[in-house]
C-alpha cells in the first residue's frame, strides 16, 4: 500500500471539479486545515493554480494547467550553471604568500600599575604627616611615645595591660 502525498490528493480533487473552496479542499483530503498549504506545495511543484480571494480571505481555488515544469526534477542548480549555458568556474592558484614583517610587541601598562609608586609615596608622605602630629599631640598631653606600637599605632590608654596596680602579662605567667 502506497500512501499518496495529501497535496497531490487535492491536486486530483481539484482537477475533478476545476474548482474549489478551501473547506471543500480540506473536507475532501480530511487532514486538517491545510488548503493553503497543499496549494503551496503544488504551485512549487509547478502547477498553475489561481487563487481568488475577497479582500484578504481566498474565497476558491482554480486550476489552471499542469504548466511546463510540472514533472520538473527539484534538484538544486548553482545558478551559474542553469540553462546550460556557463561554464564551470575555474579554481584560483594560490601564489606564495610574502613574509610579513614582524610589529614590535607594545607591552601595555594598565593605569593602576602606572600610576602606583606615584600613590605609594602619596600616601607614604600622608602617613608620616599623621605621625608627627600625632606625636606631637601626646608631647602636649605628656605621653611621648606612651602606647606606641609597631607601625605607627596609638592606645588609648597607655597603661592598656593593668589591671589596678596588677600587670595582667605578669599575672598570667
Known amino acids: 500500500m502506497t500512501k499518496t502525498a495529501a497535496h497531490f490528493v487535492a491536486l486530483a480533487f481539484l482537477k475533478s471539479k ?4 478551501p473547506a471543500e479542499i480540506n473536507a475532501h483530503v480530511g487532514k486538517g486545515n491545510y488548503a493553503s498549504k497543499y496549494i503551496c506545495y503544488l504551485k512549487l511543484e509547478g502547477y498553475e493554480i489561481e487563487t481568488v480571494k475577497n479582500g484578504k480571505t481566498v474565497v476558491e ?4 494547467s499542469d504548466g511546463d515544469s510540472a514533472t520538473r526534477n527539484y534538484q538544486w542548480v548553482p545558478p551559474a550553471q542553469r540553462n546550460g549555458t556557463a561554464a564551470p568556474k575555474q579554481k584560483k592558484t594560490k601564489t606564495a604568500a610574502k613574509p610579513k614583517a614582524s610589529k614590535p610587541v607594545k607591552v601595555r601598562q594598565s593605569k593602576q600599575t602606572a600610576s602606583a609608586p606615584v600613590k605609594k609615596a602619596a600616601r607614604n608622605v600622608l602617613k608620616d604627616a599623621a605621625d608627627k602630629q600625632a606625636d606631637a599631640l601626646l608631647a602636649e598631653l605628656g605621653m611621648k611615645n606612651a602606647g606606641e606600637y609597631a607601625g605607627g599605632t596609638y592606645s588609648v590608654d597607655p597603661d592598656w595591660d593593668s589591671m589596678d596596680g596588677i600587670d595582667v602579662a605578669n599575672f598570667l605567667k
Open 18 to 21: 476545476g474548482t474549489a473552496t
Open 61 to 64: 481555488y482554480k486550476y489552471t
